[in-house]
């Protein structure tokens, strides 16, 4: 079994900065890629940032730039640094984590953590 666990959401007013991190625990070996998510009310959940294990990122489009994913292998977490926020970063984000346990790979959801950026 395997449990993502995402801290670090909250209220912020639009300009402001927010961390996000994500733990992953339970019974794998390693981790590949993790990756934030974020889905707003009445629309699909997105890809917002990942990252390899070797460190390679990607971002969406609307947050280059202004946010930075980053991971600590030997805490098994990832880290989200939100800057200049927006309105329209508002949404539940969600952590991702692609395990590895025994010879095949578990894909792992945390609960989500709401950011909120008021104008």
């Known amino acids: 079994q395997v449990q993502v666990v995402e801290i670090g959401g909250g209220l912020v007013q639009a300009g402001g900065s927010l961390r996000l991190s994500c733990t992953a625990s339970g019974s794998f070996s390693s981790i590949n890629a993790m990756g934030w998510y974020r889905q707003a009310p009445g629309k699909q959940r997105e890809l917002v940032a990942g990252i390899t294990n070797g460190g390679s990122t990607n971002y969406a489009d609307s947050v280059k730039g202004r946010f930075t994913i980053s991971r600590d292998n030997a805490k098994n977490t990832v880290y989200l640094q939100m800057n200049g926020l927006k309105p329209e970063d508002t949404a539940v984000y969600y952590c991702?984590?692609?395990?590895?346990?025994?010879?095949?790979?578990?894909?792992?959801w945390g609960q989500g953590t709401q950011v909120t950026v008021s104008s």
């Open positions: 991702n984590a692609d395990c590895r346990v025994g010879f095949t790979t578990m894909n792992s």
